[in-house]
Antibody
């Protein structure tokens, strides 16, 4: 069965960076893309960007361009999301979610990783 | 950017009720619309895609309709497991979610 397992909760100071991992299993890793979506407390989800797990090509929401990096390691079926210059309003649960490509929704989600930004 | 607006924000209902949630897109998205269910402390779960296609394993009491800018999700007979928050999402141009509709016990 498809599983996406994310790394654990993080607490960061403002201005720092955070790197979250998402390990995939149960499907052909390079046949899909991976989205990153975050959800601030009490808010709806917000799409951050995605990475093509085969080519490594990325596409980011304009809001995060310049601050976010997404990479993958095909040898261990894992994708990573790195967000830099953290601010207090980056406090949220961050999810990885599987996608196929353009014009498709997200069919499987990780369990989420809470990132708290506080001094 | 395409904005998604859901109504109502909160819906109070009883088991067995028929409930409908609406979602409006700021521009036409054809039928590139999905619905998700989210329970507290859990990730969103895909319920429906293509505006009206049921994801595998989702009960048939859920149905969706609409195209262009107006969409709806209907639960024909609300069950206890259905009390949750529901989000619409457009995937016509990147991906954008609505702000959510919380279905609570009346």
């Amino acid at each position: 069965q498809v599983q996406l397992v994310q790394s654990g909760a993080e607490v960061k100071n403002p201005g720092a960076s955070v790197k979250i991992s998402c390990k995939a299993s149960g499907y052909t890793f390079t046949g899909y893309s991976m989205h990153w979506v975050r959800q601030a407390p009490g808010q709806g989800p917000e799409w951050m960007g995605w990475i093509n797990a085969n080519s490594g090509d990325t596409n980011f929401a304009q809001k995060f361009q310049g601050r976010v990096t997404m990479t993958r390691d095909t040898s261990i079926s894992t994708v990573y999301m790195d967000l830099s210059r953290l601010r207090s309003d980056d406090t949220a649960i961050y999810y990885c979610a599987r996608g196929i490509g353009w014009y498709t929704p997200m069919d499987y989600w990780g369990q989420g990783t809470l990132v708290t930004v506080s001094s | 950017d395409i904005q998604m607006t859901q109504s109502p924000s909160t819906l109070s209902a009883s088991v067995g009720d028929r409930v409908t949630i609406t979602c409006r897109a700021s521009q036409s998205i054809s039928t590139w619309l999905a619905w998700y269910q989210q329970k507290p402390g859990k990730a969103p779960k895909l319920l429906m895609y293509g505006a009206s296609s049921l994801e595998s394993g989702v009960p048939s009491r859920f149905s969706g309709s609409g195209s262009g800018t107006e969409f709806s999700l209907t639960i024909s007979s609300l069950q206890s497991d259905d009390f949750a928050t529901y989000y619409c999402q457009q995937y016509n141009s990147y991906w954008t979610f609505g702000q959510g509709t919380k279905v609570e016990i009346k």
